[in-house]
């Protein structure tokens, strides 16, 4: 790990392991899962929800409306109305996934212009445009790149992303492209030398690098290479639930270390065995981090996706499914099955506000919510986006 990256960042660990005084605020967080308060109400949590600024630094429901080739099937943008009701200030907008190609990542941006357009949302390019989303009760998205295939063959196709955008980019999805090897292949092989080449160009562009969906060695080779914090948006904890797309206790301290953040995911397989998570058992990966490293390197990143059971009808849930299913970047085994629920009282982005009120009943003080839900985006933006 490069010492200059760690930007300051003492590990709980290290304290502990030298006896000294530990903030009563983490013990407070260490103890909230067994020890939850209840002096707070829901007009309490309403309150502190709408002051804060709330971020899902994964939105792949933003393309409702449009296919998986990024053609427009209804350019309303309704899955930005979810989001508006759950008090959400900014998303990342998904404009790539999977083996999409440059053409299919023009039609998406060409989507999401349509909309950020007609509907007088603000495309965030800077850490003063969430500000100024969340000061003039406007929402505000950036473009999130969850695959780089589109740029395998022209590196330099990335400078037209970034002028369209794309403020955030994962090396590949899932399986090996030329410049990572991802989460879901047999072996942990890292970044290729293309992939080392992509993340120096991630740093000139000012785009944050995003370790989800990649190997382990992966994303430890990005810490290695770039010299901006890499966050990982969406990802779970494999301490709480062993899943082949979460993460190890130690790639949640090597992010932190760097200066990044975990998202907290909400997509069902990946929060526990049950078809319907509970709420208890999504918030047993935020605390488990929170522990971990603290909350300043903790974040949420619901993924939430029109697959949704009831949001879509399930003659579509099925055609969706089986379009990921054949395109290579699912399988049944790690992605499971549909009806998709997500955990209950955050089951669409409608009711994202309820994870305010989880965070105050399990003892997190005002502000470390605010950290968690949009106050640790802003740091990183504010380092990259200059």
């Known amino acids: 790990m490069k010492s200059g990256n760690r930007r300051g960042f003492v590990k709980l660990t290290g304290l502990l392991a030298a006896g000294a005084a530990i903030s009563p605020n983490l013990i407070a967080l260490a103890n909230a899962a067994n020890k939850p308060s209840t002096s707070y109400s829901d007009a309490d949590a309403m309150k502190i929800h709408k002051e804060l600024i709330a971020i899902d630094g994964a939105a792949p429901m933003l393309s409702w409306g449009a296919d998986t080739l ?20 900014a998303a990342a907008a998904s ?26 949302f603000i495309k965030i390019r800077s850490a003063t445009d969430v500000e100024r989303a969340k000061r003039e009760k406007k929402f505000g998205t950036w473009y999130h790149m969850q695959s ?35 989460a879901l292949e047999r072996v942990d092989g890292g970044l290729s030398r293309s992939g080392t080449d992509l993340i120096k160009k991630c740093n000139e562009l000012k ?20 010299s901006s914090p890499v966050i990982i948006s969406h990802a779970n904890s494999s301490a709480v639930y062993k899943h082949p797309r979460n993460i190890p206790d130690e790639l949640i301290k090597a992010v932190a270390e760097n ?13 526990s065995d049950s078809q319907r998570p509970t709420f208890d058992q999504f918030f047993a990966h935020i605390d488990h981090m929170v522990q971990l490293v603290g909350p ?45 629920v997500y955990p209950e009282s955050i089951e669409t982005p409608k009711t994202l506000y309820n994870v305010t009120g989880g965070l105050l009943k399990r003892g997190y003080s005002k502000e470390d919510i605010g950290k968690i839900w949009g106050d640790n985006w802003m740091r990183v933006m504010h380092e990259v986006w200059v």
């Open 148 to 182: 780089s295939n589109c740029v395998e063959e022209k590196l330099d196709d990335l400078e037209e992303l970034k002028e369209a955008g794309v403020g955030q980019l994962q090396p590949t999805y899932n399986y090996r492209n030329r410049f990572a090897n991802g």
């Open 259 to 271: 200066g990044g953040f975990v998202g907290v995911n909400g997509w069902p397989p990946f929060v």
């Open 296 to 340: 300043d390197h903790v974040a949420i990143g619901m993924d939430y996706f029109q697959l949704i059971q009831g949001v879509v009808p399930d003659a579509e849930v099925e055609k969706i499914y089986d379009q990921m299913i054949g395109s290579g970047a699912w399988t049944a085994v790690e992605y499971g099955k549909p009806p998709y």
């Open 70 to 89: 990024g053609n427009v099937t209804d350019p309303s943008g309704k899955a930005f109305d979810f989001y508006i009701q759950g008090g959400v200030t």
């Open 207 to 226: 785009i944050i690098v995003d370790g989800s969906h990649q190997g382990v060695r992966d994303v430890l080779d990005m810490i290695e290479v770039s």
């Open 95 to 120: 404009i790539t996934t999977g083996r999409m190609s440059m053409e299919t990542a023009r039609k998406s941006v060409a989507f999401f212009d349509n909309i950020i357009e007609s509907r007088g």
